[in-house]
């Protein structure tokens, strides 16, 4: 059996500092795909999911929104509450009344 040489002992210790090297470069490529480049990277999931929070609370507003509106229903509608929606929503006017509308 022969003595390994200090030249291959430093070939081989550059060949492993090659590969940790390469495999290390190789490992942040892949974070940087996975983290930015992705369809499904890190970054969208994060976005997405901030987004989801907003829609899941603007949901609930809206169903708030909708139980009052059912509980109004169910109480009826007064002629003054049509009346009111007709003038303020539709424009509405009874006959011989002058509207004028004021813009902010």
Known sequence: ?????????????????????????GLLLLFIWLAFLDSHSLYRRIRWSYEAARL?????LLRARIDSLQQQLEHGVSDEMVERIAR??????RPGETIYRVEE
């Open 56 to 60: 899941r609370a603007q949901n609930e």
């Open 1 to 25: 059996m022969s003595v390994p040489r200090y030249t291959d002992l430093h070939a081989t210790s550059r060949r492993r500092r090659r590969r940790r090297l390469l495999a290390g470069l």
């Open 88 to 93: 303020e929503q539709y424009g509405m006017r």
